[in-house]
């Protein structure tokens, strides 16, 4: 597992909710009934059931932030993964009888709440597992930073799915990626490498930043900043950078979106950063 202190300083999006929420509901009523049953990049998930998952996901979150209460847990031997995909599925399943007016009215009342339950959150206390960054348990600010990537990720299936242009908004858009990044340490943990070996990540684009991982005793360690003769430099620009976290397209395809610098070994393992539960 990785330590909460090799992932960077810590980020607060908690206000932010309220944000992508407001364009998540902007899009839907934008929707004509037909593109509701459009596919998505989601398997076998359409426009309204990627919503409806949305709103299992609010409804999961309040009934354990705001209620305390512990809903089903895996089988025995069940993958936590496996888990998740069983239960999102079914959920999936058997709201189909909803309608998408009623899944856009349920978003808006769980949104509402949402908002008012992040802030009173202590974002240093422990939360829920973060897997694709390697920490169980992790910190609230990184449950929820996590929380709104994923919302995001799904908003802008939906936005590929209609057509629609991805969402404008830089800030955004900046919290994602600096969350996606947090699964720089897990991704090369097992990447050998000699004390103070550097790998810089440079991102380009409408969200421009710069990211160093660099190897120390325990593993790689993560930070803001720009490297001098780091061993690699990966320059990735923000779209194909969300899109390759969230396979969206695969390492391989974004190897041709992407310019490297040095050690190609080492930015290439970059490139395989998963920042969704898989």
């Known amino acids: 597992m990785i330590d909460a202190a090799q992932l960077g300083p810590p980020i607060d999006v908690r206000g932010l909710f309220p944000r992508e929420r ?3 509901l902007a899009l839907l009523g934008d929707l004509a009934a037909g593109d509701w049953d459009r596919a998505t990049v989601c398997p076998g998930w359409t426009v309204k059931d990627v919503t409806a998952h949305l709103v ?30 069983r239960v999102n599925q079914e959920w ?12 856009v009215e349920l978003l808006t009342r769980t949104g509402e709440q949402l908002a008012a339950v992040w ?12 897997s694709w960054a390697g920490l169980d348990p992790a910190p609230v600010w990184l449950d929820a930073a996590r929380e709104l990537s994923e919302c995001w990720t799904h908003q802008q299936q939906l936005r590929d799915a209609t057509g629609r242009p991805g969402l404008a908004d830089r800030e955004l858009l ?9 699964a720089l340490p897990y991704t090369l943990r097992d990447t050998a490498a000699d004390a ?13 930043m710069r990211w160093l991982a660099t190897r120390r005793d325990g593993g790689w360690f993560l930070d803001r900043g720009q490297a001098e003769g ?18 969206n397209i695969t390492p391989e395809d974004a190897r041709d ?16 950063m998963v920042s969704i539960i898989r």
């Open 22 to 24: 407001a364009a998540l």
């Open 174 to 182: 900046t919290a994602v990626l600096d969350t996606f990044l947090r």
């Open 92 to 103: 999936v399943a058997t709201v189909r009888f909803l309608s998408p007016r009623l899944l």
């Open 230 to 247: 780091p061993a690699a430099t990966l320059e990735v620009d923000d779209d194909t950078l969300w899109r390759v976290c969230t396979r």
């Open 257 to 272: 979106r992407v310019r490297v610098r040095g050690d190609r070994r080492l930015a290439e393992q970059a490139l395989r």
């Open 56 to 85: 299992h996901d609010d409804l999961r979150r309040l009934a354990s932030m705001r209620d305390g209460h512990q809903g089903p847990r895996p089988a025995p031997g069940e993958p936590v993964a496996t888990f998740l995909h």
């Open 119 to 130: 802030p009173v959150m202590d974002p240093d206390a422990d939360s829920v597992s973060v």
């Open 196 to 208: 103070g070996t550097q790998l810089q990540v440079a991102v380009t684009g409408a969200a421009p």
